[in-house]
């Protein structure tokens, strides 16, 4: 299952109403140094490493080069990191990146390098392979090494140690093993963005093309999309436009696409669990119920389908192809926030052409909070690294303001610049240079801004950690900067129509929202015969999902749920469903808890 992650993977930045860089989802960003200049505190570009400046550098040697092999379950990308990212670690540490991404390789090689005993020197893994990593002793032991760190020890307390603890069975002893990814440093109950994760989002030209009907319903929402397609069936270079594409290859215990678009009807499927929707009420429902928001959704994408509206890429294509399409403005509908930060800017936004959220009449969001705690990933250092103090060293540079400018905001004097107040803003570089790729000069290591972004794709502290300098988050689409620039005709346009200053202003005071606290904690490893059920329950789920979105007709659409339900019984359905209802549970208990201690 892929976390929003996804979701990092994801995270660009410009405005809601009308820029949004990605950054995390994509590709990690970049950014400068802290203090100005374009890499103070790190070594001169081309100069490489002795021993760097920042906490934990101090006495390490760096003289001699050190290639890290990083098992990352977030990435979309295999193989070393290069471009300007790959250039500043080679320079400032002396390190080079050698990814190895299971989204690219396919789930086995999890299976093979765990068999072997050594998953990879830097990991970023899931809760549930935390879980079995630790007693298998390939997990190292990060208590004392933390504790030296400029950065990462400032979260020891507040956010690391409760997450580790939570892991009591694996973890009598409370030792660090893990640091969660993505942690804010907001509170366990605050929701800081001003769009949800996953809500309708189109294009805001094409949709008054149409002359902006009322969307009531799904659909609603697809005569509006066929519309649309009659009008707009091509960009102005003739590539061809699809109202809906969808994508394998980040399908997890389900289908990717439909587990989020059931976001708006309240339910959403808990990281840890692929059997089972859950509410903000608390009521769990199995995916393969015939009332389940997993079934209606899949009903929507065959409906769309048999009108001609999802893209017949979608079933050969990866997540690369989509993300071309999205920076041509080739599809009509987006469900991701940070998927408007393929093509809106603000260039654009003054010309009333960007991505917006288009609500539609009787969806009901569900919405996990900032994530206090983590985001259900974490980092954590293989028991068989060599030169850990290095990793460490670079974690907790990761964590530092410099590292995470550099991955948010790209770099400075480039990307952003100062203000005379102190504070950042964009440059008109940095305000496209992740849309057009824009070329990087030499002395940072030349090539595309975009393809030299960092490929890790995810983060310890996330970019709604607020930089003690600025004072502001590290996400530019809430710099006091950005905020004004973006106050563009497009956004202006929406803000008008919709009465509301953001779309969560606007979903919450139309109570259309559940913002629950975001949950991140140990709920138990699968037993090896529940680990086999639930990846043959997985797969034969998303296989069959997939047929039905394209079954010829309704009988067949039919016919393949009823034997969807009677075939995942004879795979160990109940079994499996028994353990993630109990996950579930846990995850409800503790939301009313941090809700009662708010």
């Known amino acids: ?181 993505f942690t804010a440093d907001t509170s366990p109950t605050t929701f800081s963005e001003e769009l949800p994760y996953s809500s309708p989002i189109m294009p805001w030209d094409y949709y008054k093309g149409i002359g902006a009907p009322k969307l009531n319903n799904l659909n609603d929402l697809m005569t509006a999309l066929k519309d649309m397609q009659a009008k707009y069936p091509k960009t102005p270079d003739g590539k061809p436009i699809v109202p809906i594409t969808l994508w394998k290859d980040w399908d997890g215990g389900s289908m990717e696409n439909v587990r989020w678009l059931s976001n708006w009807y309240g339910y959403e499927q808990p990281n840890g669990t692929t059997t089972i929707q859950l509410n903000a009420k608390g009521d769990i429902v199995p995916i393969v119920d015939d009332n389940s928001m997993y079934k ?24 690369n192809k989509v993300s071309e399409k999205l920076t041509n403005k080739q599809v009509l509908l987006l469900w991701y926030s940070w998927q408007r930060g393929f093509y809106n800017t603000i260039e654009r936004g003054n010309q009333g052409d960007g991505n917006v959220a288009v609500p539609i009449g009787d969806t009901h969001l569900i919405q996990n909070s900032d994530a206090y705690f983590g985001n259900g990933r974490v980092f954590a250092i293989g028991s068989k690294a060599k030169e850990p103090e290095r990793i460490m060293e670079l974690m907790d540079w990761m964590s530092s303001p410099e590292g995470l400018r550099y991955y948010t905001n790209g770099f400075e004097g480039f990307n952003y610049e100062k203000t005379p107040d102190g504070k950042f803003k964009l440059t008109e570089v940095g305000q496209t240079a992740f849309q057009e790729n824009t070329p990087v000069p030499a002395e940072y290591g030349g090539g595309g801004y975009q393809d030299g972004q960092s490929k890790v794709n995810s983060m310890i502290m996330s970019d709604f950690v607020t930089d003690p300098e600025t004072k ?116 409800v208990k503790m939301r009313a808890d941090a809700v009662a201690n708010k």
């Not at 400046?53 to 001699?64: A, E, F, Q, R």
């Not at 009903?299 to 048999?306: C, E, G, S, V």
């Not at 639930?534 to 309704?554: E, G, L």
């Open 1 to 181: 299952m892929k976390t929003h992650i996804k979701l990092g993977r994801k995270s660009a930045l410009l405005l809601g109403t009308t820029i949004l860089l990605v950054t995390t989802a994509l590709s990690g960003c970049s950014g400068n140094s802290n203090n100005g200049g374009a890499a103070a505190g790190t070594a001169e570009p081309g100069t490489p490493t002795e021993s760097s400046d920042p906490g934990t550098s101090k006495g390490i040697d760096h003289s001699k080069p050190l290639t890290i092999t990083v098992f990352d379950n977030a990435a979309n990308y295999q193989g070393e990191q290069t471009g300007w990212y790959g250039k500043l670690l080679k320079d400032k540490f002396n390190i080079t990146l050698n990814i190895l991404a299971p989204q690219v390789a396919g789930d086995q090689l999890y299976k093979t390098r765990s068999a072997s005993g050594d998953l990879g020197d830097l990991l970023i893994i899931e809760n549930s392979q935390l879980e079995e990593l630790i007693p298998a002793g390939m997990i190292m032991d990060l208590t004392d090494m933390i504790k030296n760190t400029e950065h990462l020890s400032q979260y020891v307390d507040n956010h690391f140690k409760p997450f580790n603890v939570a892991f009591e069975k694996q973890n009598p002893d409370g030792k660090i093993y893990a640091l969660p990814a």
């Open 296 to 319: 209606k959704i899949l009903q929507f994408y065959y409906d769309a389908n048999k009108m001609g509206l999802v893209d017949p890429d979608s079933p050969s294509q990866d997540w």
């Open 472 to 587: 502001e988050f590290y996400n530019s689409t809430y710099w006091a900067s950005t905020i004004e620039a973006n106050k563009t005709a497009l956004t202006t346009d929406w803000q008008k129509t919709y009465d509301a200053t953001t779309p969560t202003e606007y979903y919450t005071k139309n109570n259309m929202i559940d913002i629950v606290p975001n949950i991140n904690t140990s709920l138990g490893s699968d037993s090896s015969d529940v680990k086999n059920k639930r990846s043959q329950i997985s797969d034969y789920v998303k296989n069959t999902s997939w047929k039905m979105i394209f079954a010829k007709d309704q009988a067949e659409f039919d016919q393949l749920w009823t034997k969807l339900k009677s075939d995942v019984e004879g795979l160990g359905w109940n079994d499996v469903f028994a353990v993630d209802k109990e996950r579930a549970d846990k995850i």
